[in-house]
């Protein structure tokens, strides 16, 4: 018979225990795994593989030059004219840890480069499995993304910091149950806001747009608690349609300046577009800028509306169909509508008021070196394509 101290001695301890467990513990290899495998394996070769054969271009030069003095002398002066000091410290560990080459050079961002191809995988939770499988493949293959992972500059260390901004700020507001409105997750916040003040000046848009999200999420739960109504509906109302009307702004202001590019001054083009639709209204033939402004402008709206109401649907799928929020789409609709419209005149004013000269007519711009009697009459020409003649 086994004593009590040969039962104590046969049982685990606590210092064995988590060991024997996680030596114990069956490990699937599914197909997700292996795909995430392959996405870091070509993650490390492609940020790594002949770095330093790449002869250092001028911003490189200046980096790696006064990185190099403050590894061999531990001097440094901070100038704005090579953005924040981080980069260069970090620069300096690498050549007092593996030498002073072009490689070792280029390590602080090729390292970080790897970090930003595998973040996704923290997303999974918002992006879904394929979401985040996706977005860890764009990153891996996107050309710009490569060239500044593999570029000492202050580039990558800036996106990945306000990479982590993000992700803390979703597990603040949307994380788990127990590890949500954490107190850690500011902190997060807090050291990638710094990471990212040390690396670049581009940080105040990504803390204004951070701190944005923070305070409208703040002041619709004060809100949601007094008014004892859910602040779901109206944090929706406050996010998504600027976001959507900028993207959807962004895309009709190209479209605007390529038809329209005949016609420079906004009211010119108001005229233009209101007599085309009024000969088109009538049955006459309207010119071949405003059919390409028309068709472009109807295709970007049915597709607009189709995402819009075909997310919504996808949202309350399984449900009835009295459960979809009508009410709520259309006012979303309404709101983006308005947003788009003031986003797109705003942008006309300030970008045509710059040509108009004192006694309102239009300046044609002057190519450096020439004289006004060289000057070119038309910058680009851009050949309109229609969708439907």
């Not at 409105?181 to 710094?194: E, F, G, P, Q």
């Not at 070119?376 to 003649?389: D, E, K, L, Q, R």
């Given at each position: 018979?086994?004593?009590?101290?040969d039962?104590?001695?046969?049982?685990?301890s606590?210092?064995?225990a988590p060991?024997?467990?996680?030596?114990?513990?069956?490990?699937?290899?599914?197909?997700?795994?292996?795909?995430?495998?392959?996405?870091?394996?070509?993650?490390?070769l492609?940020?790594?593989?002949?770095l330093?054969?790449r002869?250092?271009?001028h911003?490189?030069?200046?980096?790696?030059?006064?990185?190099?003095?403050?590894?061999r002398?531990?001097?440094?002066?901070?100038?704005?004219?090579?953005?924040?000091?981080?980069?260069?410290?970090?620069?300096?560990?690498?050549?007092?840890?593996?030498?002073?080459?072009?490689f070792?050079?280029?390590?602080?961002?090729?390292?970080?480069?790897?970090?930003?191809?595998?973040?996704?995988l923290?997303?999974?939770?918002?992006?879904?499995?394929?979401g985040?499988?996706?977005?860890?493949?764009?990153?891996?293959?996107?050309?710009?993304?490569?060239?500044?992972?593999?570029?000492?500059r202050?580039?990558?260390?800036?996106?990945l910091?306000?990479?982590?901004?993000?992700?803390?700020?979703?597990?603040?507001l949307?994380?788990?149950?127990?590890?949500r409105?954490?107190?850690?997750?500011?902190?997060?916040?807090?050291?990638?806001?710094?990471w990212?003040l040390?690396?670049?000046?581009?940080?105040?848009m990504?803390?204004?747009?951070?701190?944005?999200?923070?305070?409208?999420?703040?002041?619709?739960?004060?809100?949601?608690?007094?008014?004892?109504?859910?602040?779901?509906?109206?944090?929706?109302?406050?996010?998504?349609?600027?976001?959507?009307?900028?993207?959807?702004?962004?895309?009709?202001?190209?479209?605007?300046?390529?038809?329209?590019?005949?016609?420079?001054?906004?009211p010119?083009?108001?005229?233009?577009?209101?007599?085309?639709?009024?000969?088109?209204i009538?049955?006459?033939?309207?010119?071949?800028?405003?059919v390409?402004?028309?068709?472009?402008?109807?295709?970007?709206?049915?597709?607009?509306?189709?995402?819009?109401?075909?997310?919504?649907?996808?949202?309350?799928?399984?449900?009835?169909?009295?459960?979809?929020?009508?009410?709520?789409?259309?006012?979303?609709?309404?709101?983006?509508?308005?947003?788009?419209?003031?986003?797109?005149?705003?942008?006309e004013?300030?970008?045509?008021s710059?040509?108009?000269?004192?006694g309102?007519?239009?300046?044609?711009?002057?190519v450096?070196?020439?004289?006004?009697?060289?000057?070119?009459?038309?910058?680009?020409?851009?050949?309109?394509?229609?969708?439907?003649?």
């Open positions: 018979m086994a004593t009590t101290l039962q104590q001695m046969m049982r685990p606590g210092e064995t060991l024997s467990r996680l030596l114990a513990r069956a490990y699937t290899i599914n197909w997700e795994v292996v795909a995430y495998a392959v996405i870091f394996v070509f993650a490390i492609t940020r790594f593989v002949g330093g054969d002869v250092m271009s911003d490189e030069s200046l980096h790696t030059y006064y990185s190099f003095l403050l590894f002398d531990g001097n440094f002066e901070h100038t704005p004219l090579m953005h924040g000091p981080i980069l260069f410290h970090a620069n300096a560990l690498a050549y007092f840890l593996f030498g002073d080459n072009d070792t050079g280029r390590l602080y961002p090729a390292v970080l480069g790897v970090i930003m191809v595998m973040f996704p923290l997303l999974r939770r918002w992006l879904g499995r394929w985040a499988l996706l977005a860890a493949t764009m990153i891996l293959i996107s050309p710009l993304l490569l060239y500044y992972n593999r570029y000492i202050h580039d990558t260390p800036s996106i910091s306000a990479m982590i901004m993000m992700y803390a700020t979703f597990m603040y949307d994380g788990p149950g127990r590890v409105r954490k107190a850690y997750w500011l902190y997060i916040i807090a050291a990638a806001m710094l990212n040390g690396s670049k000046e581009t940080a105040f990504y803390v204004a747009i951070f701190g944005s999200i923070l305070t409208i999420y703040w002041l619709v739960r004060l809100y949601q608690h007094f008014a004892k109504r859910p602040g779901r509906t109206l944090f929706y109302y406050i996010t998504l349609p600027p976001i959507i009307a900028g993207v959807i702004a962004l895309v009709m202001y190209g479209v605007i300046s390529i038809s329209l590019q005949s016609f420079q001054t906004l010119a083009r108001l005229n233009y577009v209101s007599e085309q639709f009024t000969i088109l009538s049955g006459g033939a309207p010119g071949f800028e405003f390409t402004f028309f068709s472009w402008t109807v295709l970007v709206a049915v597709i607009s509306v189709a995402l819009i109401i075909g997310t919504a649907v996808w949202a309350f799928r399984g449900s009835i169909v009295r459960s979809l929020p009508v009410r709520e789409i259309v006012i979303m609709l309404l709101l983006v509508l308005a947003i788009c419209l003031v986003l797109i005149y705003v942008e004013v300030s970008h045509l710059s040509r108009i000269d004192e309102g007519e239009v300046v044609e711009p002057v450096p070196g020439e004289t006004d009697a060289e000057a070119v009459v038309g910058v680009s020409a851009i050949n309109n394509t229609p969708i439907f003649a």
